[in-house]
């Protein structure tokens, strides 16, 4: 059965968001934006002839708080009828505000003045979640979601968060015709300029399952970026879904290089204490502008190692 695939634009400060419907036998949002995404959701729904009460599916990619931060407020919308979906290992942020602050101080806390963080992030939550919810259905690796007759298959795609999986809409010979990954492809990065991931070893394995599905198409959570700076469409053909995916391997694997030739070394840089990084990358953009991708990243690859002393 085929479906079209709408994304649904949002801005939000400098990022843009996309959910993405599914518009097949029983509609299905892929993400949700943050609260004033979802408030100007249903008025995009109505501009491709469909109604937020007929939402039948929120499928989340991952918990972060630009893709789950609308989710309650669909919910609602939908007359509660929608099933709000997500991975069992990011479930705790749909039902916690406090989790995106938890988050943030764990893998950020100790590179940026700790209680502006904390006192950012409590500030964001509470105007960019719309609530707390506990989600319908948690999946895993494997799982098969039945859309009316579409057929979803759950891809773990660990490594942007340890929760995140990306959702295959498969054709009748099994194929994988619309595949969306939320931030497991971040190629050179969305605005910020700096891809960001907890744990590189898993961003780069599930970068290499996505390459291994094949899509035909592949849908970005944000337009992230080509190594010349020029964003990529969040809806990509075959050949361009492989450019993203093997950009995406192609800027891994030069952090991996930069983080090992480099080492950490605290410093008056506000790249401290990845100056030394931030020089081998040729990294120039503001390291504390949230989500910090690139304190996020460097700290996934640097955790363990110790500064000279
Ligand atoms: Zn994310």
Redesign the pocket.
Known sequence: MSVAIHPIAAPWGRFALYSFLIDGPELALVDTGVTASAANLPAELERLGRRIQDVRWILLT?G?I??VGGAYALWEATGRRAQVVISETDAHFLASRRAHVEEALALRGSYVDTEALEATKSAEVLEAVSGEMQPSRTVRDGDLLDLGGVRVRVVATPG??PG?VTYVVQDAAGASEHVFV??AAQCYGAASGFP?YEDPDAYRASLVRLVALEPQHLYL?HPYRRMDGTPYHVALAAGDARAALDASLEREAQVRAGASRAARRTSRSPYSPFEAHAAELGYTGDPTLE?SPFFTTLNGYTATEKEPS
Do not use: F, I, K, Y
């Open positions: 991952h972060h630009d893709h942007h968060t995140a939320g931030d960001g959570g989500p």
